[in-house]
């Protein structure tokens, strides 16, 4: 953007909330914080991706997470689940390891499936839905090759879909050289193996986080969403915080549902913990890191418009406090409609605005702006107490300066989130988005952009008083 159109964009904006015109808050981010820089598909087709790997409904892009530099190449590298794979079976799932150029496109690729990768023979069943959630807990065995958790929330250990999680261990190569395990019967989920912590449709490993060492034991700790447990009511949902032993078995548990969080918070049916759990930073500057967790079905404003929740915890890993963003509080001003499932994935993406306080990117993949399912993005610029200050939603409507970005009926764009950061070292930012709802074999989009620190609105305020008091005496 010419700095004249900059200025004037900006003077624009403020002079209207000055005399009393409502701000349009995709505009204050536009103007004042981001430029979309450069926008890449990644599917069967384009960016890279080996032809004649993905076929219709697998689902390509249904997780996406950055592993950091695998290949020590200087570029960072992703993940991406492809839930619906067909390797070994029906629906047994599948993760692609890409390997990144600096341009966005991908240098080559390796899967992990049943039959490839190295996870082994006999692993994975028909319908186990591996890939659906992905994290990287970091180096859990201290190889100094980060670490990688798949979710596999229809494995039947225990119990039928009561799910499950891998934590591999990978080589340069994204080969997995060993792995752990943990679903009902395995891998250390209730300690002393006493009873069986999931039940039957619990679906646990629906969504995964890497939340560091989040109760200060020493361990690296995960998130995991168990999005249809039924603690205090049917589907409503629940999130396992698992700290990982450094061969990858879990060491102890704190698990999250409705009894734990103020009295009313969720209902049936909201599904509390899937698809997308997040540390997104200290909001409050309380030393203790806050979590997103979506609620993807939750009815405020429309029949599963979607929310998402902002958890405050205390030091022993109670809740203190607990802020919803939905069609009817948090500060969210664009409208949601009828299943447009906002909240279902959530990322990070440090302080976009140099306020000190972190911001998010949230996915809305049913949302039909410009089509039917076609997905959005939305950026939020977040309040200290985890309501939005300021937002700018990204759609087939309004690209946001995202030239390239073309969705199609049944995309859902917004279906994965994760934000690689900089992906080769120049300066910009990396966020990965998934479109893998099926449509010929699903998708992920890569958007880069930078972004600028402003001074306080305050501060802003007073400078432009004073060149419309200055405008006001020259025409007196």
């Given amino acids: 953007m010419p700095r004249d159109s900059y200025y004037g964009v900006l003077v624009l904006t403020l002079s209207q909330s000055i005399l009393g015109t409502q701000i349009s808050q995709a505009a204050t981010i536009l103007a004042n914080t981001f430029q979309a820089v450069a926008t890449q598909k990644i599917d069967s087709d384009e960016g890279g991706f080996p032809g004649g790997f993905l076929e219709n409904g697998d689902r390509f892009g249904r997780s996406v997470i950055s592993i950091g530099d695998l290949d020590l190449d200087g570029v960072k590298d992703l993940v991406v689940g492809a839930r619906s794979d067909d390797d070994g079976g029906e629906d047994a799932g599948a993760a692609y390891i890409l390997f990144m150029n600096p341009d966005l496109t991908v240098k080559s690729t390796t899967k992990i499936s049943a039959t490839t990768g190295g996870l082994g023979a006999g692993v994975l069943d028909a319908g186990d839905f591996f890939g659906y959630s992905l994290a990287s807990p970091g180096d859990l065995n201290n190889d100094g090759i980060q670490d990688l958790t798949v979710g596999a929330p229809n494995d039947d250990d225990g119990s039928v879909d009561a799910g499950a999680i891998y934590n591999l261990f990978l080589d340069r190569t994204g080969a997995v050289q060993s792995f752990q395990k943990i679903s009902n019967i395995i891998g250390g989920l209730t300690p002393g193996n006493q009873g069986s912590p999931l039940s039957e449709g619990d679906f646990f490993g629906t969504a995964a986080g890497a939340i560091g060492d989040y109760n200060n034991d020493g361990f690296v700790d995960i998130a995991i969403g168990a999005p249809r447990d ?101 500060g969210l001003t664009a409208s949601l409609s009828d299943d447009d499932l906002f909240g279902m994935t959530v990322a990070p993406l440090g302080d976009l605005d140099g306020d000190g306080i972190p911001d998010i990117a949230v996915g809305s993949n049913k949302d039909d702006d410009g089509g039917e399912d076609r997905g959005a993005l939305f950026f939020f610029l977040m309040n200290s107490d985890g309501t939005v200050k300021s937002e700018a939603k990204i759609s087939s409507a309004d690209n946001f300066g995202f030239d390239s970005l073309e969705l199609t009926d049944g995309a859902r764009f917004g279906r994965a989130l994760g934000f690689v950061g900089d992906l080769a070292g120049d300066g910009s930012q990396v966020l990965a988005v998934g479109a893998g709802a099926g449509v010929d074999g699903g998708a992920v989009w890569l958007l880069k952009f930078r972004t600028q620190a402003v001074p306080e609105p305050s501060a802003i305020m007073l400078v432009l008083v004073g060149l419309v008091c200055r405008q006001a005496r020259r025409r007196a």
Avoid: C, M
Avoid at 237 to 265: H, N, R
Avoid at 288 to 312: C, I, N, P, S, W
């Fill in 230 to 330: 039924d603690d205090g009511g049917t589907n409503q949902g629940a999130v396992w915080l698992l700290s990982l032993e450094q061969g990858g078995a879990v060491a102890s548990t704190t698990k999250i549902s409705d009894p734990d969080l103020p009295f009313g918070t969720l209902s049936s049916r909201d599904e509390f913990g899937g698809r997308h759990v997040a540390n997104i930073g200290d909001l409050d500057g309380d030393g203790r890191d806050e979590l997103a967790v979506g609620a993807y079905l939750d009815d405020d404003g429309g029949a599963d418009a979607g929310a998402l929740y902002t958890l405050f915890f205390n030091d022993d890993l109670t809740i203190r406090d607990v802020q919803k963003i939905s069609a009817l509080e948090g």
